[in-house]
Nanobody, 114 residues
């Protein structure tokens, strides 16, 4: 079955960087668009970025130039490089595959705090 497992979260100081990864299994990763979504405490889910099966990237305006989504179709892995992190980036970060059925991982927690 489809499995998405995120890792790479943690505590980081403002201005720091983190690289999140998502290991995908149970489906042909290379043919699917993949996305990152985050959920901050007390808020609803926020879409961050999507990468197409051809590598075309779309991102929400608030992370453009700061966060970069990428994929490794050999290792079936999705990444999110996050730079210049701010306290408001504190959230649970999920990788997701959207479609007729949506699949989400369990998330990895990113905390940005001094």
């Amino acid at each position: 079955q489809v499995q998405l497992v995120e890792c790479g979260g943690g505590l980081v100081q403002p201005g720091g960087s983190l690289r999140l990864s998502c290991a995908a299994s149970g489906f042909t990763f290379s043919i699917y668009y993949m996305s990152w979504v985050r959920k901050a405490p007390g808020k609803g889910p926020e879409w961050i970025s999507t990468i197409s099966n051809g590598g075309i990237i779309t991102s929400t305006d608030s992370v453009k130039g700061l966060f970069t989504i990428s994929r490794d179709n050999v290792k079936n892995t999705l990444h999110l490089q996050m730079n210049s992190l701010k306290p408001e980036d504190t959230a649970l970060y999920y990788c997701a595959r959207f479609g007729p059925m949506d699949y989400w991982g369990k998330g990895t927690l990113v905390t940005v705090s001094a």
